[in-house]
Each structure stands twice: as C-alpha cells, then as structure tokens.
Nanobody, 122 residues
Framework: QVQLVESGGGLVQPGGSLRLSCAAS????????MGWYRQAPGKQRELVVF????????SPPDSVKGRFTVSRDNAKMTVYLQMNSLKIEDTAVYFC???????????????WGQGTQVTVSS
C-alpha cells in the first residue's frame, strides 16, 4: 500500500504564506516526479509544478511564478510547496501527485494525495 499524505493547508489572509507538505509512505522502490496540482471551485484541476529526483522542476504557470517554490527531500520521500504572497485567486484544493514504483513492481504508477484546502481570504 502506497499513500501520499498532505498537510499544511488552511486559512490565510492575502499576502500571507503557507507551506504544504506531502509525504509518501508504504512499500516504495523508487519515486520519480512529484508535484502539485490545484483545483479551484468550478474550475478544472491545473498543474502547479513538478519536481524530479535530481531537483530540477518544471516552470509553474505565470499566475504563481515568483511566489510558489517547490522542493523535495528524497530521503524523507516528501515534497513541499512554499506559497508566498498569497492571493484570493490561489484559493483551491491542492493535490499532491507522485510517480511511484512499488516494491516488486515493474513500472511506476500515478498516486494522488487526498487534497488539502487552501483558502485565502480577508
């Protein structure tokens, strides 16, 4: 059994910061890309950012560029999303994602966290 468990969401005022964490656990042989998606009310889920095992990452959308930073601790099998200068439009459920090869498996599979609510409001 492989799980992704997120933490760090909550309510914050505009201009504030939050740090999301997502830890993988279970019978894991290796982890490829990890990252974050978000889904705002009434909108489709959108990719925020991926980070790879070597620390390289994709370019986030312009809406969060310069404000959101992804990082990863391979030893802890954890990915983080540091969100600064939060805006009301950042309000969404944030989902962790990872490509994981289970122990004994031949291929990597997609795994998702349960989602954590981030609400930016005054």
């Amino acid at each position: 059994q492989v799980q992704l468990v997120e933490s760090g969401g909550g309510l914050v005022q505009p201009g504030g910061s939050l740090r999301l964490s997502c830890a993988a656990s279970g019978s894991i042989s290796s982890i490829g890309a990890m990252g974050w998606y978000r889904q705002a009310p009434g909108k489709q889920r959108e990719l925020v950012v991926f980070i790879y095992g070597d620390g390289s990452s994709t370019s986030p959308p312009d809406s969060v560029k310069g404000r959101f930073t992804v990082s990863r601790d391979n030893a802890k099998m954890t990915v983080y999303l540091q969100m600064n200068s939060l805006k009301i439009e950042d309000t969404a459920v944030y989902f962790c994602y990872a490509r994981i090869k289970r122990t004994g498996a031949l291929f990597l599979s997609d795994y998702w966290g349960q989602g954590t609510q981030v609400t930016v409001s005054s």
